[in-house]
C-alpha cells in the first residue's frame, strides 16, 4: 500500500536550518508531483511548496519564498523540504503529500505523510 514517511523534524533556534524528508514507497513515485504543507496549532493546513513529477517545476508560498527549497529524487523515492532562515513562524507540522496535479490545493493530493513537527523557537 502506499505510503509516505515524514522526517527530519525538530527544535532549532530562529535563523536556523532544517532539512525534512518524505519517502515514499507503493507507488511509482516519478509520475507523482510531491507537494509540502504545514498546519500551526488552531490554523488550517496551509500550502508551503510543490514540484512536478519531473522536478522542472516548482512553486512556494508568499511566505517562505527564498527561504524554502523543494527537491525530489526520483532514484530514491524521497522528496525533501530544505527549510533555511527559519523564523519563529514557520514553527508547524509539516506535511508531504503526492498527488496527480501540481497545485496549491490540498484537495488535489490523493496522499499524505504522517506529519513531521518543526519547532523554531526565538
Known amino acids: 500500500q502506499v505510503q509516505l514517511v515524514g522526517s527530519g523534524g525538530g527544535l532549532v533556534q530562529a535563523g536556523g536550518s532544517l532539512r525534512l524528508s518524505c519517502a515514499a514507497s507503493?507507488?511509482?513515485?516519478?509520475?507523482?508531483?510531491m507537494g509540502w504543507f504545514r498546519q500551526a496549532p488552531g490554523k488550517d493546513r496551509e500550502f508551503v511548496a510543490v514540484?512536478?513529477?519531473?522536478?522542472?517545476?516548482?512553486y512556494y508560498a508568499d511566505s517562505v519564498k527564498g527561504r524554502f527549497t523543494i527537491s525530489r529524487d526520483n532514484d530514491k523515492n524521497t522528496a525533501y523540504l530544505q527549510l533555511s532562515s527559519l523564523k519563529p513562524e514557520d514553527t508547524a507540522v509539516y506535511y508531504c503529500a503526492a498527488g496527480r496535479t501540481s497545485s496549491s490545493d490540498p484537495e488535489s493530493y490523493n496522499y499524505w505523510g504522517q506529519g513531521t513537527h518543526v519547532t523554531v523557537s526565538s
Open positions: 514540484l512536478s513529477r519531473s522536478g522542472s517545476y516548482t
Open positions: 507503493g507507488l511509482t513515485f516519478r509520475i507523482y508531483v
